[in-house]
Structure formats: C-alpha cells, structure tokens
C-alpha cells in the first residue's frame, strides 16, 4: 500500500521571532548624549523635587485622662523645640539666597567641569562632527518637504505634572547609531528604521536596517517606475510590511543607502535584487493623535516617529529647543522648512523656571543629520515648541515586530 504525505507548505515567517517593546530598567545616564541634555537644562535652575502621596491618618484613638496629659506635655515640648529650631533656622538663612546660589553654581561648575574631563574625546568628536553640520546646513534645509499627510484638527491635552516622570529614556534609545540621511528627502525612512532598530535592540538584537528599501516602501506610486515627488511618510512603508507574508525589511549590507540624489528617480530604481533579503517585518503600529499619546508611549519604552516644521533655532542647538530662543524672542519658522521627520526616545520634566514659557517636559528626539547636530544627534524639544511646530497628523509607534 502506498503512503502519501502531503506536502505542507510553511511560509518564510513561521521560522521568524516575534519581538515586543521591554519592560526593564535601561542605564542611560552615562551616556554623553543624555548628559550633555541634562547640562543643558540645568542652565535653568532647579527642577522640582517630588514628594509621594502622604500617608494615610491613623483612626482615631480615645485616650485615657493620663495618656491625655502625656500627650498634652509631649505636645508643649515639641512646641518649644520647633520654636528653637525657627530662631536657629533663621539666624542660619540671613544670606540664604546668595549661599545656595553660589553653591549650585559651584555644584553645577564642578559637575560640567568633570563631565567634560570623562567625555573629553566624545566632545572633540562631536566638535569635528558640528564643523561638517554646519557647512551641510543648506543641503539639510533643502531637503526639507510638505508630508504627504492630511493635516487634521489636533486638540492637545496636557500631561499632569503628577504623571510625569522626572526622567524617562526609551530602554536601548542609545544603541542605535546615528545616521546620517545627506542630501536626499529620506528623514521619515531614517526614523522608520531607528524605531525599529531600537525596538530589536531591546530584546538583545542588532541589525543595521535598509532606509534605501523603507524609502521605496513608503512612496507606493514609485514601486515599479521612476518618480520625481520628494519626500514621504513612514506609514505606507508600514502597512506594505505589515501586508507581506514573510520579512520583507533588508540589512544596510543587502540594500545600500546612496545619500546622493538621482534625478527623477528618488527611489533609486532598479533596486538591487539583494534588496528583497528581509531580516524583520512590521507586526503592528499604531498612530498617536496628540503629545500626551507620545508621552505615555515613550514611557512604555515604544519611540515614536514625530515630525514638524521647523524653526530657525531647530538647526543649531546644543541639546535643547525652546519656543524662546536665547534672546528672549519667540522662534520662528524657518523660510526653507516644510516639514522633517525623527524620533521621540525619551521625556524629561523641564526646570521650573522654564515651565511658564515652555510647558512641563521635553521630549528628547534623535535625529537623522549625523551627530553634529544637537547633542552628538540628540535634542529636547519643549512641550510648547512642539505643540506651535508640530505636524497636525498622527505620530507613529511601532508596537510588535518579527525577526529571522
């Protein structure tokens, strides 16, 4: 009798992981991009020092007449102590103000002074790094687009300062090395692929990623032939993974980056045939309407692809972006910007002497024009810069992943 086995088909993807955002603790505070943030802010004085919640009273008890008087005794004398405390406290704090304002200053010397000794040779590497920024800045500008997103009516919702929380980095958003996109439109691909990147360095896996391919994915009118519209949004590129039956995403080393244009070929077309080598797919994203989504995302350890117009002190900073730049004038928009895409890793409450003019938090954002821009590539962008530039459409947060 003769036996027959049916062949059982099993697609690419069912040898694939499926990877999710981690709930773990994640050791950036040595990292010199977070630090020199942090030195930044701190430029503005103190940030608020959260109590908790007060303990609950205890019930009520009913004292005997002795317990009474003892309790009434203990009373006078704690009375007596904390008058003498006040007359002490008071004799103390003639020249409080100056006193504590000299010694955060010294602090706070003491702190850059030593930090710059630690990070002596990461802060030349940023300096050589700013020098080619700065001759590039024009090519950065002009490459520059209007996302092709349907703006919509954004009712931000502000985040109690109660639920934010004083520091909080996106677990492994300091493992991915900063990129560098040059002189084509390509920003929403680079921070397609960082989320990613990011997302898979959570759970112990490294993978340079292609921004060649997603910028293909992500401009489905330009598939098949060559296009001259510059620009995209990472959605498409998204949801044309999300639709493929195995990983689709390629390594650098399969389908190379090429940060020169080609004229009336923005997807570079042909792509080479190794371009169709995926390593890792999209399984799931979400879109977040308003900044308080971003916030709450970004504490749930999910980056977010942002984007914005931008203002003129967008371009050069040194860790930190206000509506109110260093003269005391409001930001404007710059003449060349029509939008730029990047990622959101993180959230800090801002210093109280910020927070009348710039709202209650930062988000630290890493960006795609090499690490001489910011902080070695890193900036926080206040919560009222953002709400003025932001792009009136959803973010996006990549929530579940495969991998080979």
């Given at each position: 009798?003769?036996?027959?086995?049916?062949?059982?088909?099993i697609?690419?993807?069912?040898f694939?992981?499926?990877?999710?955002?981690?709930?773990?603790?994640?050791?950036y505070?040595?990292?010199?991009?977070?630090?020199?943030?942090?030195?930044?802010?701190?430029?503005?004085g103190?940030?608020?020092?959260?109590?908790?919640?007060?303990?609950a009273?205890?019930?009520?008890?009913t004292?005997?007449?002795?317990?009474?008087?003892?309790?009434?005794?203990?009373?006078?004398?704690?009375?007596i102590?904390?008058?003498?405390?006040?007359?002490?406290?008071?004799?103390v704090?003639?020249?409080?103000?100056?006193t504590?304002?000299?010694?955060?200053?010294?602090?706070?010397?003491?702190?850059?002074?030593?930090?710059?000794?630690?990070?002596?040779?990461?802060?030349?590497?940023?300096?050589?790094?700013?020098?080619?920024f700065?001759?590039?800045?024009?090519?950065?500008?002009?490459?520059?687009?209007e996302?092709?997103?349907?703006?919509?009516k954004?009712?931000?919702?502000?985040?109690?300062?109660?639920?934010?929380?004083d520091?909080h980095?996106?677990?492994?958003?300091?493992?991915?090395?900063?990129?560098?996109q040059?002189?084509?439109?390509?920003c929403?691909?680079?921070?397609?692929?960082?989320?990613?990147?990011?997302?898979?360095?959570?759970?112990?896996?490294?993978?340079?990623l292609?921004?060649?391919?997603?910028?293909?994915?992500?401009?489905?009118?330009?598939y098949?032939?060559?296009?001259?519209?510059?620009g995209?949004?990472?959605?498409?590129?998204?949801?044309h993974?999300?639709?493929?039956?195995?990983?689709?995403?390629?390594?650098?080393?399969?389908?190379?980056?090429?940060g020169?244009p080609?004229?009336?070929?923005?997807?570079?077309?042909p792509?080479k045939?190794t371009?169709?080598?995926?390593?890792?797919?999209?399984?799931?994203?979400?879109?977040?309407?308003?900044?308080?989504?971003?916030?709450?995302?970004?504490?749930?350890?999910?980056?977010?692809?942002?984007?914005a117009?931008?203002?003129?002190?967008f371009?050069k900073?040194q860790?930190?972006?206000?509506?109110?730049?260093?003269?005391?004038?409001v930001?404007?928009?710059?003449?060349?910007?029509m939008?730029?895409a990047?990622?959101?890793?993180?959230?800090?409450?801002?210093?109280?002497?910020?927070?009348?003019?710039?709202?209650?938090y930062?988000?630290?954002?890493?960006?795609?024009?090499?690490?001489?821009?910011g902080?070695?590539?890193?900036?926080?962008?206040?919560?009222?810069?953002?709400?003025?530039?932001?792009?009136?459409?959803?973010?996006?947060?990549?929530?579940k992943i495969?991998?080979e």
């Amino acid at each position: 009798m003769k036996i027959i086995i049916p062949l059982v088909l099993i697609s690419f993807s069912s040898f694939a992981t499926t990877l999710e955002p981690v709930n773990t603790d994640y050791d950036y505070q040595n990292a010199p991009e977070y630090q020199a943030i942090m030195t930044k802010l701190k430029e503005f004085g103190d940030f608020t020092k959260k109590e908790g919640p007060a303990p609950a009273p205890a019930p009520a008890k009913t004292l005997s007449k002795g317990e009474q008087a003892v309790e009434e005794a203990k009373a006078r004398n704690r009375a007596i102590i904390a008058a003498q405390t006040k007359a002490e406290k008071e004799a103390v704090d003639k020249n409080r103000d100056m006193t504590e304002l000299q010694k955060w200053k010294l602090e706070e010397k003491k702190t850059l002074e030593a930090w710059k000794k630690e990070s002596r040779d990461q802060l030349n590497a940023w300096k050589r790094e700013q020098e080619i920024f700065l001759g590039r800045i024009k090519v950065y500008k002009e490459n520059t687009f209007e996302l092709p997103v349907k703006q919509e009516k954004i009712v931000e919702k502000k985040v109690p300062v109660e639920v934010l929380p004083d520091v909080h980095i996106v677990h492994s958003a300091f493992a991915v090395p900063v990129r560098d996109q040059w002189n084509r439109p390509t920003c929403s691909a680079f921070a397609g692929v960082r989320v990613v990147e990011i997302l898979l360095a959570q759970n112990s896996v490294t993978r340079d990623l292609s921004e060649q391919y997603l910028y293909w994915a992500s401009k489905p009118k330009c598939y098949s032939s060559p296009c001259s519209e510059k620009g995209s949004w990472i959605t498409p590129a998204y949801k044309h993974s999300q639709e493929q039956m195995t990983v689709d995403i390629p390594q650098e080393s399969e389908c190379g980056y090429n940060g020169q244009p080609v004229e009336n070929n923005e997807t570079q077309l042909p792509l080479k045939a190794t371009c169709k080598s995926g390593v890792t797919k999209i399984l799931n994203y979400s879109e977040l309407k308003t900044l308080a989504e971003t916030v709450e995302s970004l504490k749930k350890n999910i980056p977010v692809v942002m984007a914005a117009k931008l203002s003129e002190n967008f371009y050069k900073n040194q860790g930190l972006v206000t509506l109110n730049d260093a003269q005391g004038g409001v930001a404007k928009l710059d003449a060349h910007s029509m939008g730029h895409a990047f990622v959101g890793v993180g959230v800090i409450e801002l210093p109280e002497k910020l927070k009348a003019t710039e709202g209650n938090y930062c988000i630290v954002v890493a960006n795609s024009w090499g690490k001489g821009w910011g902080a070695g590539g890193y900036s926080c962008l206040t919560e009222n810069w953002l709400t003025k530039f932001r792009q009136k459409s959803p973010f996006v947060a990549v929530n579940k992943i495969s991998v080979e």
